[in-house]
C-alpha cells in the first residue's frame, strides 16, 4: 500500500469514527456510549479508534472543532468587530441566533460536552476554563462597553459565561422537535438579557 493510499484510508476512518460518535452522542448520549459502540457503528476495529484518538474525551474534542468552525463560519459571513453594543436589541438577537443555532445544528456534540463536563471532577475547575473560552467574544464586546464608560451589571467574563451556560443548559434540555421554535428561544433570552444589560 502507498503512502497517498495508507493515508486516504488513515483520514476514512477517522472521519468514520467521528460520524459514528456523532449520531450515537446524539442517541444515547455520551455517558451511555462507549468506545466499542463507536468503533462497531463505524465498522472499524477497536484498534483502529486508539490509532486516532486516546480515549474518548479526545474524540469529544475534535467534534468540538465542528462546533467551532461552524460559528466561525457564520461570523465571517458577516462584520464582526469587538466593537458590538449588546445592550442594543438587534445586535444582541445577532449573536443569540448565532449562538444558538450553532448549539442546535450541532446539539448531538452539545448534549455530549455538556455531559462529559458535569461528569468531570468539580475541583479540576474545566467547566469554568471551557464556559470561559467558549464565551470569549461575548467577553470581549461586554468588556468593550464597560470601556466606553457604559454600565455593565458585572464583570465581563462572568456575564458572558452565564450568558452562555444559560444556552447551553436550555440547548441541552430543550428536546429537538420543540415545544418552542428557535425564533421563541433567541427571542425570550434576547428579551431577558437585554433587560439585564441595558436596565
Known amino acids: 500500500m502507498t503512502p497517498g493510499v495508507r493515508k486516504a484510508k488513515a483520514a476514512q476512518t477517522r472521519a468514520a469514527l467521528l460520524d459514528a460518535a456523532r449520531t450515537l452522542f446524539g442517541e444515547r448520549g455520551y455517558l451511555n456510549t462507549k468506545i466499542t459502540d463507536i468503533t462497531a457503528a463505524a465498522g472499524r476495529s477497536t484498534g483502529s479508534f486508539y490509532e486516532h484518538f486516546a480515549d474518548k474525551e479526545e474524540l469529544l474534542r475534535a467534534l468540538l472543532g465542528d462546533i467551532e468552525d461552524a460559528a466561525d463560519e457564520r461570523l465571517a459571513a458577516r462584520e464582526h468587530p469587538r466593537e458590538h453594543d449588546l445592550t442594543d436589541r438587534a445586535q444582541l438577537h445577532a449573536h443569540l441566533?448565532?449562538?444558538?443555532?450553532?448549539?442546535?445544528?450541532?446539539?448531538?456534540?452539545?448534549?455530549?460536552?455538556?455531559?462529559?463536563?458535569?461528569?468531570?471532577?468539580?475541583?479540576?475547575?474545566?467547566?469554568?476554563?471551557?464556559?470561559?473560552?467558549?464565551?470569549?467574544m461575548l467577553r470581549e464586546h461586554l468588556e468593550w462597553l464597560r470601556e466606553q464608560g457604559r454600565a455593565v451589571p458585572g464583570e465581563p467574563e462572568l456575564l458572558a459565561a452565564g450568558m452562555g451556560a444559560m444556552l447551553a443548559l436550555v440547548s441541552y434540555a430543550l428536546p429537538p422537535d420543540g415545544p418552542y421554535t428557535d425564533e421563541q428561544v433567541v427571542d425570550a433570552f434576547t428579551n431577558l438579557l437585554l433587560k439585564g444589560l441595558a436596565g
Open 97 to 136: 441566533e448565532i449562538a444558538w443555532g450553532v448549539m442546535r445544528q450541532h446539539r448531538a456534540i452539545q448534549v455530549a460536552m455538556f455531559q462529559s463536563m458535569v461528569a468531570d471532577d468539580p475541583a479540576s475547575g474545566r467547566a469554568w476554563r471551557d464556559l470561559s473560552e467558549q464565551t470569549g
